[in-house]
């Protein structure tokens, strides 16, 4: 089936779109697309570039940074993928085609290099600075080109199938109409189980980090060490921290706010208690963005230290040792586990919520007439 290159306004017996601005600019993203993503592509491989040959320090989490050569790889996926995605825009066949399937090459580079989003989401919003100036830019970037990734190969794969690359239905005229969305719904009686079980691995790390922050000891840990090692937190951190509560563990019961949302109608509309906004229907990317954002970094960071911690236990890798203000090297394994329980609970719930409200909350292109 060869893949239409050609944009058309709404087709039909009703009169053509008279819209302008960012109503016909957002409907029309399957073609802009292609062209953003290849910019994207463009400035991401030469940012690496000049991190590279500057020798400049970019940390992939608190510990690791990049090499040079990974970077010098990564710019050259993203001119590959440049190249792929203005190659979407036009009609291709054969070994066209496979040279498409370089995106799942570049989409999984783009995801993995977000994945210390979180973690400068919680210094950001505590007012505790940035570690990384470099980090936070490659975070960001990265995850503008796993966004625009994502929406070329989706459109095109659509296009395909010979479907409407915006709404994935099939139906004459374009695609740059009106939307019409479902009604607000709730997620399925299977999925709101699974993501609240999954939101329960958070309790054993929120839990421990709460006694120490209340004064108590746990695990090896003694609420004066917990004290004396926060000292340099900010001022918020500190504040938070007098009435019991750690500002991670309120940056984890924001993200089950999130997921909650994703589970209920009154994440599709704006609740009563909700000022100015009461009633209104909540933008669909709102909620989503942040899900998709957080999810992927925390759930790898989750099973990652849930390995760890099991191999370390098992003998199979180095026991871990005390270190910081743990006094019990069983102790630092316990928080280890605790913590890949909380972030991987957190990650995968974020993702089923989220898988579940993009369903349900898909729209569709609305006909001429309606």
């Known amino acids: 089936m060869a893949v239409p290159t050609t944009w058309r306004t709404c087709a039909g017996s009703g009169p053509p779109l008279r819209d302008t601005g960012w109503a016909v600019w957002s409907r029309r993203w399957p073609a802009w697309a292609p062209h953003a993503a290849a910019v994207w592509g463009v400035v991401f491989a030469a940012v690496q570039v000049v991190w590279a040959e500057s020798g400049a320090t970019v940390l992939w989490s608190p510990d690791v940074a990049y090499a040079p050569a990974v970077q010098l790889l990564l710019a050259a996926i993203a001119v590959l993928a440049a190249v792929v995605c203005l190659a979407t825009t036009r009609t291709l066949a054969g070994r066209g085609r496979t040279l498409v399937a370089a995106l799942t090459l570049a989409v999984p580079a783009a995801v993995t290099g977000m994945a210390s989003l979180p973690a400068h989401f919680v210094m950001l919003v505590s007012f505790s600075g940035v570690d990384s ?3 936070l830019a490659h975070d960001l970037l990265s995850a503008v080109g796993a966004a625009l990734l994502i929406l070329v190969a989706l459109s095109y794969r659509r296009r395909l199938r010979g479907r409407c690359p915006r709404c994935g239905q099939e139906h004459t005229g374009g695609f740059d109409g009106p939307l019409a969305h479902p009604a607000p719904s709730v997620a399925s009686k299977r999925t709101r189980v699974t993501v609240h079980l999954l939101m329960c691995g958070l309790v054993p790390w929120a839990g421990v980090k709460t006694v ?3 004064g108590g000891d746990a695990i090896g840990v003694t609420a004066q060490g917990w004290r004396e090692a926060n000292a340099g937190e900010s001022g918020v951190a500190k504040a938070l921290a ?4 750690d500002v991670t563990v309120l940056a984890a019961l924001a993200a089950i706010f999130l997921s909650l949302g994703l589970l209920y109608r009154w994440g599709q509309v704006f609740p009563r208690w909700t000022p100015v906004l009461s009633g209104r229907r909540v933008p669909r990317l709102l909620p989503l963005l942040p899900a998709w954002l957080s999810s992927v970094g925390l ?11 099991s191999l370390s236990a098992a003998g199979v890798l180095p026991r871990l040792k005390p270190s910081g203000v743990f006094t019990t090297g069983s102790g630092v394994t316990w928080m280890v586990a605790f913590g890949g329980l909380a972030f991987a609970g957190l990650g995968f719930g974020l993702i089923t919520a989220a898988r579940s409200y993009s369903a349900r909350t898909r729209p569709v292109c609305a006909s001429p007439s309606a």
Do not use: E, P
């Not at 007098?242 to 509560?245: A, K, P, R, S, Y």
């Not at 759930?299 to 911690?309: E, K, M, N, P, T």
């Open 242 to 245: 007098t009435v019991g509560i």
């Open 212 to 214: 120490w922050t209340l």
């Open 299 to 309: 759930s790898a960071y989750g099973v990652c230290l849930l390995f760890y911690a």
């Open 133 to 135: 100036v470099t980090g």
